[in-house]
């Protein structure tokens, strides 16, 4: 991909003051089209922050957050969504009472016409675009199992699919990981990673270092808010700021 491409996502002296706390302070970010980026740090170092910022849900008291050419400062959550950010929280949030591919069905990007136009539009490109997902999370053996009978890691996978069914040019994704065993860990560094070579861009917010090493990608700690330290897993990791205030407890 060309490097003269536009920034997807560009965050320039972003603050964010509650009552006299700084959870954000002067942050600047750049994630490039097709990019996968890892933010790390200590708890409250502004990581929920920022993609409470990016996503509208909290407005920033001061700098510059773009979304390719729309400022996103001016917009509620809704159209910000509508825009192609899609956010994963830690806590999977699937309908247990369905199956996989109806939770899939059901996050379909399509309008929200009348039922009888969502079962119409399921006889083609709709039905084609499931069945890919279900290969792509690795779920297409579970199709047809209910979403509550899932492991955890699947749960996980299937959230991410039911993202991707919405088609996002940016997938926002908080602690994939946590809970999973060591074999669901590695599929969801893997399946981030293809997601990202697919063209859409990916921002992990993770505490797990040994899944922000199995990504492979640059990385961005964040402390008290701003920028710490960002580059390449080996580099962070050997940063004395990053081990002082964060690796080092």
């Known amino acids: ?30 994630v490039d089209p097709g990019e996968l980026r890892a933010v790390i740090g200590p708890n409250g170092a502004g990581k929920t922050t920022m993609m409470d910022v990016i996503t509208g849900k909290t407005r920033p008291t001061s700098g510059t957050v773009r979304f390719g050419d729309h400022d996103l400062t001016q917009l509620d959550e809704a159209a910000i969504a509508n825009l192609g950010i899609g956010r994963k929280f830690q806590k999977p949030t699937v309908f247990d009472a369905l199956t996989v591919f109806e939770n899939l069905e059901l996050a379909l990007k399509a309008p929200r016409g009348p039922v009888a136009c969502l079962r119409w539009m399921l006889t083609g490109e709709a039905r084609r675009r499931i069945e890919a997902t279900l290969e792509e999370i690795g779920l297409a053996a579970r ?46 560094a893997t399946l981030l990673r293809r997601i990202a070579e697919g063209g859409r861009s ?13 990504l492979g990608r640059k990385v961005t700690v964040l402390h008290e808010g701003s920028v710490l330290s960002e580059g390449p897993i080996d580099q962070v990791q050997n940063d004395p700021r990053v081990i002082e205030v964060y690796l080092g407890r």
């Open 202 to 214: 990916v921002v992990v917010v993770e505490h797990d270092l040994e899944f922000v090493r199995a």
């Open 143 to 188: 199709a047809r199992d209910r979403a509550g009978v899932l492991s955890h890691g699947q749960r996980q996978w299937l959230e991410i699919g039911m993202l991707l069914m919405q088609d996002p040019e940016l997938l926002l994704v908080d602690e994939p990981v946590a809970g999973m065993t060591d074999q669901e860990t590695e599929h969801t």
């Open 1 to 30: 991909m060309s490097s003269a491409a536009p920034p997807v996502l560009y965050l320039d002296g972003v603050s964010v003051v509650f009552d006299g706390f700084r959870a954000l302070n002067d942050l600047s970010l750049v």
